[in-house]
């Protein structure tokens, strides 16, 4: 089983809220990890958005909107990237990040589509 | 300005070797953190290695015993020595570093591709 674990795909409309989720395997605590989310479009190298662990420890990338926000959701053992306000350009894939055994470890993404 | 800049890439035959560059501006590559990150066609991120601003190195267990991080501080530039090349090492190769936060992978380059083909 993979150490993170998110949804592959995940639609929403223009303006309304999106809720992407990066599960951690079990027997891994999601309230000791650091997560990092990561968007990155066709093309484009990744764009770092922000690093969630509660909130008197997270932080937003430069010039990443506030619409862009970390959370947990402690009872599926799961990070959170919430978006709000969509735009057409949020359409993008999406990764979590966390270290792991003296490693990084990456989510396998999930592309947002916004329609 | 910050920058994060590889090359390097190209078509090798499976077996060969390939040593890829990132030249940084902006920051001292020894000062910080410094990552490789692969990414296969159509694929999602794969983290590689990464070497400690005090010299401790990880790597994936993909790429155990054939790769090797390194970094040159008189020309700011981080390497990876890749040796063995297989199919499966196909990739575009992206450098990333803890810049503007204290971990993590805030700045990330273009990245170079990686073909590995007879």
């Known amino acids: 089983q993979a150490v993170l674990t998110q949804p592959s795909s995940l639609s929403a409309s223009p303006g309304a809220s999106a809720s992407l989720t990066c599960t951690l395997r079990?027997?891994?605590?999601?309230?000791?990890?650091?997560i990092y989310w990561y968007q990155q479009r066709p093309g484009s190298p990744p764009r770092y958005l922000l690093r969630y662990k509660s909130d008197s420890d997270k932080q937003q990338g430069s010039g990443v909107p506030s619409r862009f926000s970390g959370a947990k959701d402690a009872s599926a053992n799961a990070g959170v990237l919430l978006i709000s306000g969509l735009q057409s350009d949020d359409e993008a894939d999406y990764y979590c990040?966390?270290?792991?055994?003296?490693?990084?470890?990456f989510g396998g993404g999930t592309r947002l589509t916004v329609l | 300005e910050v920058e994060l800049v590889e090359s390097g890439g190209g078509l090798i035959q499976p077996g060969g070797s390939l040593r890829l560059s990132c030249a940084a501006s902006?920051?001292?590559?020894?000062?910080?953190?410094m990552n490789w990150v692969r990414q296969a066609p159509g694929k999602g991120l794969e983290w590689v290695s990464i070497l400690y601003s005090g010299g401790t190195i990880y790597y994936a267990d993909s790429v155990k015993g054939r790769f090797t991080i390194s970094r040159d501080h008189s020309n700011n530039t981080l390497y990876l020595q890749m040796n063995s090349l297989r199919a499966e090492d196909t990739a575009v190769y992206y450098c990333a570093s803890p810049v503007f936060t204290d971990y993590g992978m805030d700045v990330w380059g273009q990245g170079t591709a990686v073909i590995v083909s007879s």
């Open positions: 902006g920051f001292i590559v020894s000062n910080n953190f």
């Open positions: 079990s027997g891994i605590n999601v309230g000791a990890y650091r």
């Open positions: 990040m966390t270290w792991h055994s003296s490693a990084w470890v």
